[in-house]
């Protein structure tokens, strides 16, 4: 199988944007700019076929020929029938890889210009990525090749989800309710068109980066269907693929078509190959959220018996109405030393049972107590927290009690918190610090279930 | 059957709160608090054994006995084993309506204490919500019996949305989130164990409530099952009803068992009957309020002919994908005229089909053409806009521009828009002005969904 080297795109010592420019409106501007505000300690070069002496204080030069420095990666964000001429130029003064952002390509029937594209970069042997993509993001190296204004799409923190995506708009609203809900980023990374560098590739280079946890995956079609099963083999041995494929139905795999110009295959087929490789299914956008939320915690479950803690009984009662339908989870029956002493510990309105209902005036010592019995319990394997944060006894402390408790246990455990702004600042300090947080009975569930299939499979695997 | 006039609790001219407090802390405290901060322009009283003098201003007396007006409406706030004395004495004194908040009934095995204040209420003919309830909530009237305070649980605008709820929980969550996103309420009625004032009474009077544009509620159990098929066989006739029921399976109902003694009885049969009678059955929470925005517009569609419009090609894709399982909703065709039209106006990388992607710099103007020539065209049933604001077109005059097209046409149309901060700003804008927003395609197609199931059950019946 054919090995790019992706690390000198989301690693690299030397950026050079072609088609900067000074003129704010210009996709080429926002893309330096980007570059500034993400604060990349590398060596920038700015390149304008009109330009002179330096954009927003970069130096700029008329061509990438005229740069004197190795240059790892090259952004071009020209129009298209320039990208040939730009990446030929790129290829003889040696750029290591490059990104075209550009789009007007085979997704609008132009097949021949893309052709070109691809046969420049083999002669070069210059990984590319694009056309008609969003290009690539590492908060570690402080790389983005975004042409989204941060205040439109705030960028995530860092952390272990590599998010890779052939849609442009998908990549984009992901990566903004990634960082809405504080959880951490490795590499985001839209291939768009796959003209050269394709889902292969990529999977290939984040099977084996270790700041990688999770790798959550967009797609609408697979090119090399081989070479594709070939590395589904090796990578879920290693770390969870979470995976929404486009082209379900007709009308999808029709509109897939004149988005990306994929074949998108048979649903079924590819749905039956995702899960002999013990691939993460999602089935929403939501989910490749959700999901991969709790598996990039790598803390895997011994079993399927599921607590249930709560401060609201009816919440309680659709999660475990969500455990009874998820046809692989199972309700966890307290052992007796830990009922006996929760019966001694709580306040008498508390009944002590799966779900234990701790009472809407519960704050952070009852959970405490609750949490320190069931964490030692063996009879119980996974732990879902629902803190409602709109009840008496809910506050901060609640919050920082439950990120106590994720490094106190080895059993994976999440929380559930609905509501609007106060339950969503506890949220985002939870999330923040490492503890999944979900939004709703069923997307917890279905997160938890994922896990333990993951989990299921490595253990066969 | 038997009709209550819960207008005296909704619509009260006087409000006796008992176990009103001085001490923060209590719940007695935050209600009266509430009441106050919620502007009740009514006769208001508080009523604590041991007060003289007022509470925060308001006038309080030793009993309800004590005060010299007609009381509409008793909020009920005192421990348990008061109840019954308390409840009493209302009576005695004429009160009409009275909300008993306080816990320690029939949900923690105390049936005895729950059946003397039933036979109370019976005695005196006075409609008694509760126990083990956050009570009752008008935003027009300005009534607010919830314990919680404001900033844990922030109150929605006045709206036509009507919410019935048994699990105070459940309530409180969903009330947050129904303020988090902008749209509005007519009444939040939650009623707990049910003791007096049930399901049945609550559909009685919201059917010919003229505030009330659509019913959700969340239910453990059916007490009185024939009454129930009685005012289910009407009212769905008058307004749609969005139910969501607890107790789906073995670990479910014994859960609503423990929260509030409901006997939750076979899901199948419930589910049965709430399709039989023009019920939409939501299965998780988010779906209540989801199905709860586009069925309060009043809007029905002529047919199933869905048109995507989208400013991002991988979204219009998922959304043609969820179109494709929903097994009701078909793709739209777009009209030969209009086709013509669309392709003389839009720029040359506009594919015009279904989906029509208006691709990533698509402003206001372009959304217009596209809106204008597409609310106009036969062919098109129902409208599903995608607006992604990470995009370079797009702000809040895009957002502008489709509340104003909702006036325009008479065809229903909901708006995509998935995001954190910045989307969320024009989330709230639009929803605010009655455009229902949705935050991910299942969600926005399943609504279409119900809601044509509703318009076809409608015609039929």
Redesign the interface.
């Known amino acids: 199988m054919r090995k790019m080297n992706l690390i000198p795109m989301l690693k690299p010592d030397s950026v050079a944007i072609i088609g900067a420019s000074r003129d704010p409106d210009k996709?080429g501007h926002?893309i330096l700019q980007n570059y500034i505000n993400a604060g990349y300690s590398g060596r920038l070069y700015a390149v304008n076929k009109k330009a002179d002496g330096d954009i927003m204080g970069v130096k700029t030069f008329v061509s990438v020929a005229d740069i004197k420095d190795k240059i790892d990666l090259a952004v071009i964000a020209v129009p298209a029938q320039f990208v040939p001429k730009v990446l030929e130029e790129c290829g003889k003064a040696g750029v290591r890889t490059a990104v075209v952002v550009s789009?007007?390509f085979a997704?609008?029937g132009n097949t021949q210009l893309q052709d070109e594209m691809v046969s420049i970069a083999e002669k070069y042997a210059m990984p590319t990525l694009g056309p008609n993509c969003l290009g690539v993001m590492d908060p570690r190296s402080r790389i983005d090749t975004l042409?989204?204004p941060t205040?439109?799409?705030?960028r995530p923190r860092v952390g272990g989800v590599s998010f890779v995506?052939?849609?442009?708009?998908?990549?984009?609203?992901?990566l903004?309710?990634i960082?809405?809900e504080g959880f951490g980023l490795s590499k985001f990374i839209s291939y768009g068109n796959a003209a050269h560098v394709d889902e292969v590739d990529i999977l290939n280079y984040l099977m084996d980066d270790e700041e990688t946890k999770v790798v959550i995956m967009?797609i609408?079609g697979i090119k090399r269907g081989k070479e594709f099963i070939e590395i589904a083999k090796k990578i879920t041995k290693k770390k969870p693929v979470v995976v929404?494929k486009?082209?379900?139905?007709?009308?999808?795999t029709?509109?897939?078509h004149?988005?990306?110009a994929a074949l998108a295959g048979s649903y079924e087929a590819h749905e039956a190959l995702f899960r002999q490789y013990g691939f993460t299914i999602a089935?929403?956008?939501?989910d490749l959220l959700n999901y991969a939320k709790i598996l990039s915690s790598e803390t895997f479950p011994k079993g399927n018996r599921t607590m249930i803690i709560?401060?609201?009984?009816?919440?309680?009662?659709?999660v475990?109405?969500?455990?009874?339908?998820s046809g692989i989870l199972a309700?966890a029956q307290l052992g007796q030393k830990q009922s006996i002493y929760l019966r001694k510990s709580m306040p008498?309105?508390v009944?002590i049972?799966n779900?234990l209902?701790l009472a809407?005036d519960a704050d952070d010592k009852r959970y405490e107590t609750a949490l320190a019995t069931i964490t030692s319990d063996d009879n119980v394997d996974m732990i879902i927290v629902i803190a409602?944060?709109?009840?008496?006894g809910?506050d901060s402390r609640v919050a920082a009690k439950l990120v106590n408790f994720k490094d106190r246990t080895d059993k994976p455990m999440i929380v559930l918190s609905?509501?609007?702004?106060?339950?969503?600042m506890h949220r985002i300090m939870m999330e923040s610090a490492g503890l999944p947080v979900y939004?709703?009975?069923?997307a917890a569930v279905r997160s938890l279930a994922e896990l333990l299939k993951y989990a299921n499979y490595r253990n066969r695997a």
């Open positions: 996709v926002v789009g007007g997704e609008i042409f989204l205040y439109k799409l705030s995506c052939q849609s442009g708009a998908v990549g984009s609203t992901v903004d309710l960082s809405g967009y609408e929404l486009a082209g379900r139905t007709a009308a999808g029709a509109a897939a004149s988005h990306t089935e929403d956008l939501g709560t401060n609201g009984g009816g919440t309680g009662v659709l475990a109405d969500a455990i009874g339908s309700m008498p309105l009944n049972r779900p209902d809407g409602l944060f709109q009840t008496p809910a609905i509501g609007a702004e106060y339950t969503q939004d709703s009975p069923s």
